[in-house]
Structure formats: structure tokens, C-alpha cells
């Protein structure tokens, strides 16, 4: 039992706050899982990325200032809803990938607030014991299934996991833009190519020969014809699907692992906090608000889809096709 007599700042980790950020990393995962709308992921994965970047800005500045607001103890607690809140990030960014191509805007956000959060986690590291609130920095606790020192035992294992998502995910960035950049690249003299102009068939027997058909293959006019595009949106094609249960079941899991040691911390520095309507305030009550959207889609989602499987069907894309007549016509 802690004998300190700072307070948890309400702000970071009042009940409201911590509510909110389980609603919207649980709804989000369940709806990054079940949905095949790229809309209906992004709205909500772009409030939890602005939630996290604000979060982070807010942990920084509350510590740091001459004045501090906050305790290494908040700074851990920031640490751990902002942990839950990049994980979800990553799945659900990993999800609107295989959806679409156009998630160049949504992997710079996810790029920015990830960064945001790592210069945090340094921040609290670094300045462990003088971050803040010094007064009760000794003792500070977290928790992997038991509370341990946070500032003994808590500072090599986040110094250690830290320093691997850092290295990690700096490596995947720069792999990914890299390939962004040759890919672009590769595709400039291709477009030249395209412009060259092609010799007449007229000048050149040989090709005009090449590029005479036989009569008797029909040949389709000028005109529209329909080729099939997959799309993700289809019919139901059996009872359960499983691979969609085994996706749910570890995100249940790993959310309801990092809510447990949250709240283990919380009990084991405070263990006389009451969670009662007191608390309730407006500062509590807002973020709620947060969890709707990602709420009202998952529903959306599995309201059409439910549990079942579906598969990739086929839409109709209008293409224009020239025959070879018109070809020889237009060259002459």
C-alpha cells in the first residue's frame, strides 16, 4: 500500500478517461477485423490517432513544465493507454492497407503520432526520477500481471522495449517509403514510354502484316466492355468464419491483458480510490463521446457482414476497346 499522498492526475487517469480509451481501442479492433469499408475504418482510426498525438503532447508538457502537474507515476499510466492505443493503430492501419492503395495520408498521421509517443516514453525514461512530480517518483509502480518498481525493475524493461518498437518500427518506415520512392521512380520512364510515337503501320508492310487479323475471329467493336474487378464486398458463403474468430479472440486478449495491469496499477498505488459518481466530472464524461463513431461502424459492420465468411466478388468496369479496322483507319 503506497504511503504517497499525490493523487493521480484525473486528467490522464480519471475513470472517464480510461473508458474511453478501452471502447475506442476495442471497438476499433473488432471493426478493423469484421469491416470492408476503408471510410469506415479511417473516421475512427483517425480520432484514436489524434487522441494518442494529444495525449502525448499533453503528458509532455504537464512534465516537463517549470511547475510539473503530473507524476512519473501519470507518465507510466500515459505510457500504458498509449501502448493500447498504437497497437490498435498498427492492426487497424495494417487492415485499410489490404482494403486500398490510398492510405498515404493515414500512414503519415500514424507515422507522426507514433513519434510522438516514442519522444514521450524517452522523455519519461530519461527523466524518471525528476520527471514531473518528484515527490512520489520512488514510489511509482507497474504492472505485468503483479505491480513491481517502476522506477527500479519498470525502467529496464521499458528502456529494453522501448529501444526494440523503436528500432522496429524506424526500420519498417524507412523500408516502406523506400519502396514508395523506387516504385515511383520506375514508373516516370514508363509514362516517357508511353508518349514515344509508334511508327505507321502505312511506312511499315512488315507490322501492318503483324497486325491484320483473319476475318473469321470476330472482332469487338468500338465501344464499352465490361471487365471483372474483385472488391471485398460479398455474399455470405458459410455459417461461421473462422479465421475472423481467431482474429477476435487475441484481440480480446491482448486488450484484456493491457486493461488489467492499468487498472492493477491504479489499485496498487491507490488502493482506497473510489470510482463513485464523485468522479463523474466533465473532464470524465467527454472522452466517452470519443467511442460512438468506432461503436456505431463496428455495428454497422457486423450488422451486414455478422460472423460469416465472404467472399471476393466481381464489378462490372466499363473499358473501351478498338479493333484492328478502326486502328488501320486512324493511322492512315
Known amino acids: 500500500m503506497s504511503s504517497c499522498a499525490h493523487a493521480l492526475n484525473s486528467d490522464i487517469s480519471g475513470i472517464g478517461v480510461r473508458i474511453s480509451y478501452y471502447l475506442q481501442t476495442l471497438f476499433l479492433g473488432c471493426l478493423s477485423a469484421r469491416s470492408g469499408s476503408l471510410d469506415e475504418i479511417a473516421g475512427a482510426l483517425y480520432i484514436l490517432m489524434a487522441t494518442n498525438s494529444a495525449m502525448a503532447v499533453t ?3 504537464l512534465g516537463l513544465k517549470p511547475t510539473p502537474e503530473i507524476s512519473f507515476q501519470d507518465g507510466v499510466i500515459i505510457i500504458y493507454l498509449l501502448t493500447m492505443g498504437w497497437i490498435t493503430v498498427i492492426v487497424a492501419l495494417a487492415s485499410c492497407s489490404r482494403l486500398s492503395d490510398r492510405t498515404n495520408v493515414l ?3 500514424s507515422v507522426i503520432q507514433s513519434y510522438l509517443i516514442m519522444v514521450l516514453a524517452f522523455a519519461v525514461l530519461v ?9 512520489c517518483n520512488q ?4 504492472a505485468i500481471f503483479r505491480p513491481f518498481s517502476a522506477l527500479r525493475h519498470g525502467r529496464i ?9 523503436f528500432a522496429t518500427y524506424t526500420i519498417m518506415t524507412f523500408r516502406d517509403y523506400t519502396a514508395q520512392i523506387k516504385q515511383k521512380l520506375q514508373k516516370k520512364p514508363k509514362a516517357h514510354d508511353e508518349m514515344t510515337p509508334q511508327p505507321s503501320l502505312r511506312q511499315d508492310p512488315v507490322a501492318r502484316h503483324k497486325f491484320k487479323r483473319s476475318n473469321s475471329i470476330p472482332l469487338p467493336t468500338v465501344g464499352t466492355a ?7 464486398y460479398g455474399t455470405p458463403t458459410a455459417l461461421v468464419d473462422r479465421q475472423l474468430l481467431v482474429v477476435l479472440f487475441f484481440i480480446l ?3 484484456a491483458f493491457l486493461v488489467l495491469n492499468i487498472e492493477l496499477i491504479i489499485r496498487s498505488y491507490q488502493p482506497t480510490q473510489d470510482d463513485s459518481a464523485s468522479n463523474w466530472q466533465f473532464g470524465q464524461i467527454l472522452p466517452m463521446f470519443l467511442a460512438l463513431l468506432p461503436l456505431i461502424n463496428m455495428i454497422s459492420a457486423f450488422n451486414e457482414f455478422g460472423i460469416k465468411p465472404t467472399k471476393r ?3 462490372p468496369v466499363e473499358v473501351s476497346v478498338i479493333n484492328d479496322n478502326d486502328f488501320e483507319s486512324r493511322e492512315k
Do not use: N
Open 59 to 61: 503528458g509532455l508538457i
Open 107 to 109: 500512414q503519415l498521421v
Open 127 to 135: 527523466k524518471a526520477a525528476s520527471f514531473g512530480d518528484a515527490e
Open 139 to 142: 514510489e511509482a509502480v507497474a
Open 157 to 165: 524493461f521499458g528502456w529494453c522495449m522501448i529501444g526494440l518498437m
Open 226 to 232: 465490361h471487365k471483372r474487378q474483385p472488391t471485398y
Open 253 to 255: 486478449i491482448i486488450w
Open 313 to 315: 466478388v466481381y464489378q
